[in-house]
């Protein structure tokens, strides 16, 4: 009975010597993978790269924007309308082609480092809350179809505008990134409430004709008597029909 005790016992002890290696073995293993892991993400984070890299530019052509902020319906600029670039979604307004297209080559030509790859760390970067901003570019097809043809989108989190940088997540990727230049804030509302992009001109300057500084303009409201806004010269009376005139 003590031989068979003893014997019993000391299987028991090799059997936990052999589970407790096991961990061990384990342990390591996932040690020197995640280890591995960090040294390659440090090691790219020094290094700059392009957020978008696996695609020429150049060879892309962008008709549909679509900018979302939080839970708040989507911005959808587009020229599908008129050959002219406008915010569908705001009465058809005329948008700044010039900070349109600042931001498709900010977006297209983003660069910068990658800071992590952990998805629990998104909300430290702004990215993945309430706040973060979504934006998708679209190709051809959407002038047909809106919404389709997805070219790429990218979610745009906190800035750090004393260094001029944002950081920005690709969609299906895990890298955060901190890229140079503040797209964040193109996108955003202006202080006075003002869509992102949006011309303020009464007179758009993406309007024909617009350069040539009209004397007069007519402005017709539904349910309003039209009104005229007439140009002054420097003076402050009003500029006789056929002569010329200087400012409003």
Same mark, same amino acid.
Do not use: K
């Given at each position: 009975? !003590?031989?068979?005790? @003893?014997?019993?016992?000391?299987?028991?002890?090799?059997?936990?010597?052999?589970?407790?290696?096991?961990?061990?073995?384990?342990?390591?293993?996932?040690?020197?993978?995640?280890?591995?892991?960090?040294? &390659?993400?440090?090691?790219?984070?020094?290094?700059?790269?392009?957020?978008?890299?696996?695609?020429?530019?150049?060879?892309?052509?962008?008709?549909?924007?679509?900018?979302?902020?939080?839970?708040?319906? @989507?911005?959808?600029?587009?020229?599908?309308?008129?050959?002219?670039?406008?915010?569908?979604?705001?009465?058809? &307004?005329?948008?700044?082609?010039?900070?349109?297209?600042?931001?498709?080559?900010?977006?297209?030509?983003?660069?910068?480092?990658?800071?992590?790859?952990?998805?629990?760390?998104?909300?430290?970067?702004?990215?993945?809350?309430?706040?973060?901003?979504?934006?998708?570019?679209?190709?051809?097809?959407?002038?047909?179809?809106?919404?389709?043809?997805?070219?790429?989108?990218?979610?745009?989190?906190?800035?750090?505008?004393?260094?001029?940088?944002?950081f920005v997540r690709r969609a299906g990727s895990p890298e955060i990134w901190a890229v140079e230049?503040?797209?964040?804030?193109?996108?955003?509302?202006?202080?006075?409430?003002?869509?992102?992009?949006?011309?303020?001109?009464? !007179?758009?300057?993406?309007?024909?004709?617009?350069?040539?500084?009209?004397?007069?303009?007519?402005?017709?409201?539904?349910?309003?008597?039209?009104?005229?806004?007439?140009?002054?010269? @420097?003076?402050?009376?009003?500029?006789?029909?056929?002569?010329?005139?200087? @400012?409003?």
């Open positions: 009975m !003590i031989l068979a005790s @003893s014997s019993g016992e000391a299987g028991r002890a090799w059997r936990t010597a052999i589970v407790l290696a096991a961990i061990l073995a384990a342990l390591v293993f996932w040690d020197h993978r995640l280890d591995r892991r960090d040294r &390659a993400l440090r090691e790219r984070s020094l290094r700059i790269g392009r957020v978008i890299a696996d695609v020429d530019p150049q060879g892309l052509t962008v008709r549909e924007l679509r900018i979302t902020l939080g839970s708040a319906p @989507s911005l959808v600029y587009s020229p599908r309308l008129d050959g002219l670039w406008r915010c569908l979604t705001a009465q058809a &307004a005329p948008v700044r082609v010039t900070e349109m297209e600042l931001v498709v080559r900010s977006t297209l030509g983003a660069s910068g480092v990658v800071r992590s790859a952990d998805p629990d760390a998104a909300p430290r970067y702004g990215i993945g809350i309430g706040q973060t901003i979504r934006l998708s570019l679209h190709g051809r097809g959407a002038l047909e179809v809106p919404g389709s043809d997805l070219l790429f989108e990218v979610e745009i989190g906190d800035c750090i505008p004393d260094a001029d940088t944002c230049g503040n797209l964040r804030q193109l996108l955003l509302p202006s202080q006075d409430g003002g869509l992102p992009l949006i011309d303020p001109n009464v !007179i758009p300057r993406v309007w024909p004709g617009a350069r040539e500084l009209p004397l007069r303009v007519r402005i017709e409201r539904a349910g309003d008597e039209p009104f005229e806004l007439e140009r002054q010269d @420097s003076g402050g009376e009003a500029a006789q029909p056929g002569e010329p005139a200087t @400012s409003w």
